[in-house]
């Protein structure tokens, strides 16, 4: 019911930033919670950040508080994930997810079981 493509990946130098874009599709966008997570080869998926409906509320993952920022503009449809002073093992394809979930509180959004669309991921390398 509701597509997300990622986009902004590609390879950055140590300590370099970069903006990841989720663009969404189909249904209000502002009616979902909106997460990031990343997938490290030969690693499980890690939650990374999490933003609530209005932008007001969000929650990162330790190895990345400080350093990312998650961010929303639902008139564009589309939310964005700040990454900055990036380290090698921020390597990893992120992808983007969308919730129903009415959680009011976003350190319970770390779960992936509770996304309901997923976007393809966009690779991100980081070269030290």
Do not use: H
Not at 53 to 76: C, Q
Not at 82 to 107: G, H, K
Request: with cysteine; charged share 20%; hydrophobic share 35%.
């Amino acid at each position: 019911q509701v597509q997300l493509v990622e986009s902004g990946g590609g390879l950055v130098q140590a300590g370099g930033s970069l903006r990841l874009s989720c663009a969404a599709s189909g249904r209000t966008f502002s009616d979902y919670i909106m997460g990031w997570f990343r997938q490290a080869p030969g690693k499980e998926r890690e939650f990374v950040g999490v933003i609530s409906w209005g932008g007001v509320r969000t929650y990162y993952g330790d190895s990345v508080k400080g350093r990312f920022a998650i961010s929303r503009d639902n008139a564009k449809n589309t939310v964005y994930l700040q990454m900055n002073n990036l380290r090698p093992e921020d390597t990893a394809v992120y992808s983007c997810a969308a919730s129903a979930t009415r959680a009011q509180a976003m350190d319970l959004m770390t779960d992936s079981n509770k996304y309901d669309y997923w976007g393809q991921g966009t690779q991100v390398t980081v070269s030290s």
